[in-house]
């Protein structure tokens, strides 16, 4: 067997590629190194065709993914026999805490929606102070997607505070500013999609908090690249999807609500479930104790869920999951920084002027291009794959990247 042979079918088993997919692994897998490192590469195929450093827009599929993926198809096609019906329910069953055990949660907090926006819609929905006369103050730092909701809920009459950032940030004091006794809820990106700042929520949530206020965090840009724990922040709130760091595929959201809350100060919209009748000619003997239809409301986070949602996509959620444990959030961050560090001492600093912050660590850098049409040219004859947006150059190494990558993205922009 050739090097390059051994190297990708040893550790492509060790990521859970194969015949291993949610069985576990080694404990831990260091993105850095040079066998393994060749390995974590070899389980994304993209990247023998593409420089990707963008997974902030979403990472490639991984062969683990993939794998988890083919199990639910191979389920659905051929039923349960060969282990694959326990795989889905192991899936199912164990899926809620794994999300929570990420981030801090526990699993009765962990609710399954599509995507983020449907968390942080279900949060508006169910939020009575917000819905009677509250304000939500927010920041044009948070997601588009979510302000693009919000500013058409403001044209339809709701009171909705955007406070504007300078130089690309915005300060705890211009937020508290906004607040005042009848803010329901602040609303927040933990890691901003526009320039990797680091929102400094512990604060917001204090400032919230004492105003009587609740905090929702959007975590698509943190969630298995940022170690953090909701509680810690002090975070009611908060939703995210799989497909970017998670290494999972569309349609597989998670909606965090904390435990306290639930259906108290945010009460049921959904009412998911099914109902039981207690009458003829459905059962022979109602139970005179029970009314004709019995309402069972489920007493944790899946009280919030829609009904059914993709557990297809949640089979790939489950071995991106089970990947992130293994490589460690904290390694993958430290990686992600060292490479965004490499090509920042590369750039030519007269044509790129870096937005985001200096001294967070953040798995996104972004760079204001003064010809940005030359860099999309460039980049596109390359074959290298970032964000552009505007003058923005948005770039997010993960694992899979290496010094090759950012070397060649380097000089890809700089041409």
Known sequence: ??????????????????????????????????????????????????????????????????????????????????????????????????????????????????????????????????RHGGNIVTNDMHFSGSLHNLVGLAKAGADVRIVRAENWDVSPDAMEAAMDDRTALVAVTLVSNVNGRVEPVRELAELAHARGALLYADIIQAAGIVPFDVHALGIDFAACNAYKWLFGVHGAGFLFVREDLQGDRFSDRLFPGHVAFNYPPWVERPDPNLEDLVYLEPSDARRYQPGHVSYLAYCALYEGLNFVRRIGIDAALDHTVRLHRRLNDQLDRDRFERISPEGQKSPIVTYVARDVARVARNLSAANTVVSLSGNRVRISAAVYNDERDIDRLAEVMNT
């Open 1 to 130: 067997m050739k090097r390059r042979e051994f190297v990708n079918a040893s550790v492509g088993t060790a990521l859970g590629a194969g015949a291993g997919v949610g069985t576990g692994g080694p404990a831990r897998i260091e993105p850095t190194g040079s066998v393994l490192q060749e390995g974590i590469r070899a389980s994304f195929p993209r990247l023998a065709g593409e420089t990707f450093v963008n997974a902030a827009a979403g990472t490639p599929l991984g062969a683990f993914a993939e794998a988890g993926l083919r199990r639910y198809l191979e389920f659905q096609r051929l039923g349960p026999g060969d282990r694959r019906g326990e795989y889905v329910s192991e899936m199912l069953s164990n899926i809620r805490a794994e999300i929570g055990r990420l981030i801090g949660a526990r699993e009765s907090e962990i609710g399954l929606v599509h995507c983020t926006k449907a968390g942080e819609q279900v949060v508006l929905d169910g939020l009575e102070p917000w």
